[in-house]
């Protein structure tokens, strides 16, 4: 299995610089893996192709394999990897206008990180689902709500000293201060 996770991280890497190659390279290895029976090489080439999907616009495929790479990691016991896919799951219904089923969705990861599960989420994935929570909330017009969650994201980005994803929070925020009118708070 070590060559197919080679080749997942380069259909991932692809992804981004381009979807139709990595869609082609996450098709191979799932392919493969299903012949062989290799089931977390399955899920993982799924949640791709679910990337590959909102990339191509066509986000309820995309919804129909996060499902299905959720079942697939939680199958093999990658608790951690099915809870994930929550970060997808959010965007993509983001996108489909449905932002409460995407809140949702968000809670769930922070819902576990509050309980006995919490040593499946790791700050950056506890981070993501509160910055990806108010996003959800500034949609629904729930602006001080979001404007509280994107301060817990700032905070847990702040202990994994990922800069970037700090400031891109703060921006976020920014944004919201702005449509609140209140222009010297978002400077």
């Not at 390279?25 to 899920?43: S, Y």
């Not at 602006?143 to 509280?148: G, T």
């Not at 202990?159 to 976020?172: K, L, N």
């Amino acid at each position: 299995e070590p060559g197919l996770a080679r080749v997942l991280d380069a259909a991932g890497t692809a992804m981004y610089d381009d979807p139709a190659a990595g869609a082609r390279l996450a098709q191979t290895v799932h392919d493969a893996a299903a012949a062989h029976g290799l089931a977390n090489a399955v899920a993982s080439s799924t949640y791709l192709l679910a990337q590959a999907a909102v990339h191509g616009g066509e986000l309820h495929d995309a919804l129909r394999l996060l499902d299905e790479a959720e079942r697939g990691f939680a199958a093999v016991g990658e608790r951690a990897r099915a809870l994930r896919t929550n970060l997808g799951r959010t965007h993509v219904l983001n996108e489909l206008g449905r932002h409460e089923e995407a809140l949702a969705a968000s809670r769930a990861i922070l819902d576990a990180a509050g309980s006995g599960d919490a040593a499946l989420v790791e700050d950056s994935l506890a981070a993501a689902a509160e910055q990806n929570s108010g996003l959800c909330l500034e949609l629904m017009g729930r602006f001080e709500d979001a404007l509280a969650a994107y301060s817990r994201a700032e905070a847990r980005y702040g202990r994994t000293g990922s800069d970037r994803a700090t400031a891109e929070v703060a921006f976020d925020r920014a944004l919201v201060l702005l449509t609140l009118g209140r222009h010297g708070d978002a400077l």
